[in-house]
Every structure is written in C-alpha cells, then in structure tokens.
C-alpha cells in the first residue's frame, strides 16, 4: 500500500502543478493588461471553473476506467486516455459498449477467461465459481472515482449554465460606447488586417455584427497642438449603414460620422487632456472597410 502511494505522489504533485499553473496565468492576465477592464471578474472566473471541473471529470472518469480495465485485464493505460480525451462522455459511451467480463485465471493452465465462464476455453477444466466475492467486487469497486467524477460533472455544468445565462443577459459585460472602460462585443467581425505600429492604427475588415466596436488605444502628448488624423474608405452599404469614430477620455466623448469621408479627417484634441484616450470605430452594418489613423 505504502509503496502504490509512493508512485502516485508524483501525480498528484503533476495536477497540483498543473492547476497552479492555470491560476497563474489566469491572474497574470489579469494585472498585466486591461483585459478584464469593462467585464466582471465573474465571467472569466465562472469559464475558468467550468474548464477545471470539466478536466477533473474526465480525469476522475479515466481513472475509474483505468481500474476497471486492470479488473477486467484490458489495457487500462489506453482506455484510460482514451476517456480522457475524447471526453467521459463519448469515452464511457465507448467503453461500455465494448467493456469485456471481469476474468480470471485458469489454475490449470494459466490462460485468461471470463468469470462467467463455465469450462477453461485453452484446457477444459471445470471452473468453480465465486459468484458472491464477484458480484461485491463489480458493484462496489472505486465508487470514489465515479462518485467525484458526477459531483465534477454537476459543478462544471452549474458554472457552464452560469456563464451562458450572464453573458446571454448582458450582466457583467461593458458594452456602453462611451465608457472609459474597454468594451466588449458578443459579435463577430470579419476582419483582413489589423496593427498598430509607429502609432499607427491600421484596421482594414470585411464586415462585422451590428454595432460591433473595434478600438484602440493612443496617447496625446500635445492636446493644443495635436490633431487626430483619419483616413477611411468604406465599400458599398446598404442605406442606414455608418461608420462611427469616437474619442473617449475619462467623462469626455465626442463622436464623428466617418462613412463618407471625401478625404482624410483632421480632427482637433483640444478638448481632450494629455494622455491616453481609446479610439473606437463602432460599426453599424459598412462592409470592406480600410482604415488608417494617428496622433500627430
């Protein structure tokens, strides 16, 4: 017994490491950038839990497998990753299906067969049964891991539910245009390019959900002197369709409709004070869009 712990002391140390290192990385994002900024804490703690939960279910289901392989004398290692990866779900489905009896060795002649067996397949001999030492093993073996497996399963559905459910309702998630936090789209945008080098942004893209706001933030060194520069081409759109760029910066936004640019905007920041300020094109249906804007 002391010696099975000594081997799977490493193992726990694995996942021990493992978890640790999913909560690292979790919570580095969150201080070295403003990722969170503008969307609660909650979701992205609730999709982080359903992520662990769901890999504690598959762990606790292939290790339910990998003993019940040993009992049975399957390859316990390969169904064991087998559940593992394909997730409990397709995994159990899969092993039940083909699962074999428990089996037993022939004291005669040492072969491998089935406990209901009868009659030693290899050499004939009769094989006395133990149907009741059988029947408590079957029932009753590792019911730890099957038990952990649902009560993982249970909470990784709860945190799923939860999540779908709050990002559905719109809780917890910045999607006010003029906020000084950074925004957060439930759409999609089909988009070509997109850098900003040399303090330049350059967004060039297909077409995007209603509304979907695409930003970036710069900075101002000189609000007096500076002016904001934009050169956009919109493709073809469909009536009612615009392009709209804002400048926000703390209780201050300003708004300009830049759909039909006749030629490149030179837009003035003296209402705006020294420092960083997000820059955001909200679209609202404009297609094959390029665009190239700076601080200058």
Same mark, same amino acid.
Not at 7 to 24: A, D, Q
Not at 68 to 90: H, M, N, S, Y
Not at 215 to 241: K, V
Not at 270 to 280: L, Q
């Given at each position: 017994?002391?010696?099975?712990?000594?081997?799977?002391?490493?193992?726990?140390?694995?996942?021990?490491?493992?978890? #640790?290192?999913?909560?690292?990385?979790?919570?580095?994002?969150?201080?070295?950038?403003?990722?969170?900024?503008?969307?609660?804490?909650?979701?992205?703690?609730?999709?982080?839990?359903? $992520?662990?939960?769901?890999?504690?279910?598959?762990?606790?289901?292939?290790?339910?497998?990998?003993?019940?392989?040993?009992?049975?004398?399957?390859?316990?290692?390969?169904?064991?990753?087998?559940?593992?990866?394909?997730?409990?779900?397709?995994?159990?489905?899969?092993?039940?299906?083909?699962?074999?009896?428990?089996?037993?060795?022939?004291?005669?002649?040492?072969?491998?067969?089935?406990? /209901?067996? =009868?009659?030693? *397949?290899?050499?004939?001999?009769?094989?006395?049964?133990?149907?009741?030492?059988?029947?408590?093993?079957?029932?009753?073996?590792?019911?730890?891991?099957?038990?952990?497996?649902?009560?993982?399963?249970?909470?990784?559905?709860?945190?799923?539910?939860?999540?779908?459910?709050?990002?559905?309702?719109?809780?917890? $998630? =910045?999607?006010?245009?003029?906020?000084?936090?950074?925004?957060?789209?439930?759409?999609?945008?089909?988009?070509?390019?997109?850098?900003?080098?040399?303090?330049?942004?350059?967004?060039?893209? =297909?077409?995007?959900?209603?509304?979907?706001? /695409?930003?970036?933030?710069?900075?101002?060194?000189?609000?007096?002197?500076?002016?904001?520069?934009?050169?956009?081409?919109?493709?073809?759109?469909?009536?009612?369709?615009?392009?709209?760029?804002?400048?926000? *910066?703390?209780?201050?936004?300003?708004?300009?409709?830049?759909?039909? #640019?006749?030629?490149?905007?030179?837009?003035?920041?003296?209402?705006?004070?020294?420092?960083?300020?997000?820059?955001?094109?909200?679209? =609202?249906?404009?297609?094959?869009?390029?665009?190239?804007?700076?601080? *200058?």
């Amino acid at each position: 017994m002391n010696n099975a712990k000594k081997k799977r002391f490493p193992l726990y140390i694995g996942i021990l490491v493992i978890v #640790l290192l999913i909560f690292s990385r979790f919570i580095l994002y969150f201080l070295r950038t403003d990722g969170f900024s503008g969307l609660s804490i909650l979701l992205p703690v609730l999709l982080l839990c359903f $992520i662990l939960f769901a890999l504690c279910t598959s762990a606790f289901f292939a290790a339910w497998v990998y003993q019940d392989c040993k009992q049975r004398g399957d390859a316990p290692e390969l169904w064991a990753i087998i559940v593992f990866v394909t997730t409990p779900f397709i995994g159990l489905l899969i092993y039940f299906l083909r699962r074999s009896d428990i089996k037993t060795t022939c004291p005669a002649c040492g072969q491998r067969i089935s406990v /209901k067996a =009868n009659y030693c *397949q290899e050499c004939g001999t009769h094989i006395e049964k133990e149907e009741p030492q059988v029947m408590v093993k079957q029932g009753t073996h590792h019911l730890k891991f099957m038990i952990a497996g649902m009560i993982s399963m249970a909470l990784m559905l709860i945190c799923l539910t939860s999540f779908i459910v709050s990002a559905a309702a719109g809780n917890g $998630i =910045n999607t006010k245009i003029t906020s000084n936090d950074r925004i957060w789209n439930l759409g999609t945008i089909s988009m070509n390019y997109n850098s900003y080098l040399d303090d330049v942004w350059r967004l060039d893209f =297909n077409s995007a959900s209603e509304g979907f706001v /695409k930003e970036q933030n710069m900075t101002i060194s000189d609000a007096d002197a500076q002016l904001l520069h934009a050169d956009i081409s919109c493709g073809a759109a469909q009536d009612g369709a615009t392009l709209v760029l804002w400048l926000v *910066q703390g209780d201050v936004a300003k708004s300009i409709d830049v759909t039909n #640019l006749s030629e490149p905007l030179e837009y003035p920041l003296n209402d705006f004070e020294n420092g960083n300020v997000r820059v955001r094109l909200q679209i =609202n249906g404009v297609k094959n869009t390029v665009s190239e804007i700076y601080i *200058q």
